[in-house]
C-alpha cells in the first residue's frame, strides 16, 4: 500500500479492505457516528461499489468527502464530519 496519508491529514483511520459491499459504507457510518464534528475519517476499501455508496452517503449525509483516490486497485477516502 502507499503511504497517502501525508497529502492528507486524517483524525481516524478505518480499513475497510476485503470487505464486501455495504460493510465498507456501514463501518464508515458507524466509525463517523463516534467522531466530532470537523474530524476527517480516511477509509481503505476495495470494493468498487464503496466508489458509488461513499459519495452519496457525503451527499445525503451532509458529511464532506474531502478526497477520493485510487491506488493499485485499493480506494481511499477523506470523510469530514459535519455539524449536521
Known amino acids: ?3 497517502v496519508s501525508v497529502d ?3 483524525d481516524q483511520q478505518l480499513d475497510a479492505r476485503e470487505l464486501a459491499c455495504p460493510l465498507p459504507l456501514l463501518k464508515a457510518k458507524q466509525a463517523i457516528s463516534g467522531m ?4 476527517v475519517l ?3 476499501a476495495t470494493d468498487a461499489g464503496s ?3 461513499i459519495r ?3 451527499e445525503l449525509s451532509g458529511h464532506i ?3 477520493s ?3 493499485d486497485g485499493e480506494f481511499h477516502y477523506w470523510l469530514r464530519k459535519s455539524g449536521d
Open 69 to 71: 483516490e485510487t491506488f
Open 8 to 10: 492528507h491529514p486524517f
Open 65 to 67: 468527502l474531502e478526497a
Open 1 to 3: 500500500m502507499t503511504d
Open 42 to 44: 480516511w477509509l481503505l
Open 56 to 58: 452519496r452517503y457525503a
Open 51 to 53: 466508489q458509488r455508496d
Open 36 to 39: 466530532q464534528v470537523g474530524q
